[in-house]
């Protein structure tokens, strides 16, 4: 471990001894390739989640069934209407 560590100071010194355009090209040579893998690692990792959460049934997504998005009897959004009770 301790031969990457002299080996790491040795970069940075390298580094910091450039000038500074230098050192602006360099990080972008770096750093850009490597957020650019970080977001399509992101991307894909996202994607095979999605197709798993799509595969499962949507009841047994959150638990429960799932409420509708319509009152049925008026047409109106659920979410819209007071909450009915079953008493006159």
Do not use: H, K
């Amino acid at each position: 471990m301790r031969a990457v560590a002299d080996w790491w100071d040795a970069v940075e010194l390298w580094v910091t001894q450039l000038a500074f355009p230098l050192q602006v090209v360099l990080a972008a040579v770096v750093v850009l390739p490597v957020c650019a893998g970080l977001a399509i690692l992101v991307d894909r990792v996202s994607g095979v989640v999605e197709t798993i959460y799509d595969a499962l049934p949507r009841a047994n997504r959150l638990g429960r069934a799932p409420e509708p998005l319509l009152d049925p009897v008026a047409g109106a959004p659920a979410d819209l209407l007071p909450a009915r009770t079953d008493e006159p």
